[in-house]
């Protein structure tokens, strides 16, 4: 669902984007998640590895690897789509992150008129496939 973007039209996306999410301050401000890509149904987002994301065991505690894959989420499916809101969400760890930074990706699987449905793919900066999360979302 990627639309291909003149780069003037990207660039204005990108800013909008930015600024309409920078409003969702636990993401942007507490776990510090930010923007690379954005297009129609289509985002990538990076999340840096700091002691505040680690767990008791010294790994990425899952709920900082989900709120990047919300967010991802959030932007892709609210860009160039009705507003959408989380209506169910499934994730699964794969493999404990050893890097210094989290990527996610996200692919849409449907963009239907009422509902959508995403896989939000996790990575880190050493290649490791963290996490893959679904998320339905439905249009308000």
């Known amino acids: 669902m990627k639309k291909l973007l003149t780069p003037e039209e990207k660039a204005l996306l990108f800013a909008e984007t930015k600024k309409r999410f920078a409003k969702d301050r636990f993401a942007t401000k507490k776990t510090e998640c930010k923007l690379l ?3 129609p149904g289509y985002a990538k987002c ?3 590895i700091t002691e505040d994301h680690r767990n008791g065991l010294d790994m990425v505690m899952g709920g900082a690897i989900f709120t990047l894959a919300d967010f991802t989420f959030a932007i892709a499916s609210n860009t160039g789509q009705p507003d959408t809101v989380s209506l169910d969400a499934h994730i699964t760890y794969l493999n404990p992150s050893k890097g210094h930074m989290l990527y996610a990706e996200s692919e849409c699987l449907k963009a239907g008129r009422r509902t959508c449905s995403f896989t939000i793919h996790v990575t880190d900066d050493e290649g490791a496939h963290v996490a893959d999360v679904t998320l339905n ?3 308000v």
């Open 37 to 39: 890509d954005v297009a």
């Open 46 to 48: 990076a999340m840096p």
């Open 137 to 139: 979302g439905v249009r």
